[in-house]
């Protein structure tokens, strides 16, 4: 089953447009309009912003539901795990 979402025209707000979810990344969301042919993609700046995209010298907007974990990777706090022998430290011959 295909994801629907709908998407805004800030021009004509009582007018919304369901489309078909075919692929997203944190930059291009790929919509096909349902019954159609019509498929055209929604570009982003940043992984906190909303698409933007244009058909037919309409324009709409998509705004994401914020994620719980809503930090992208390169502002991630980094850890480490400390690797562990199972061999006990007194054992070991120096």
Same mark, same amino acid.
């Given at each position: 089953m295909t994801?629907?979402?709908l998407? @805004?025209?800030?021009?004509?707000?009582?007018?919304?447009?369901?489309?078909?979810?075919l692929? =997203? +990344? $944190?930059?291009? @969301?790929t919509v096909a309009v349902p019954g159609t042919i019509v498929n055209f993609d929604l570009l982003? =700046? +940043? $992984?906190?912003?909303?698409?933007?995209?244009?058909l037919g010298?309409?324009?709409f907007s998509y705004f994401p539901a914020?994620?719980?974990?809503?930090q992208s990777a390169s502002k991630r706090q980094k850890?480490?795990?400390?690797?562990?022998?199972h061999t006990p430290l007194d054992s070991i011959p120096e």
């Open positions: 994801r629907r979402i998407l @805004l025209d800030p021009d004509r707000p009582d007018e919304t447009l369901e489309v078909e979810v692929a =997203r +990344d $944190d930059v291009v @969301l982003r =700046r +940043d $992984d906190r912003g909303p698409y933007h995209g244009w010298g309409r324009s914020a994620r719980a974990n809503s850890t480490s795990t400390r690797a562990h022998s």
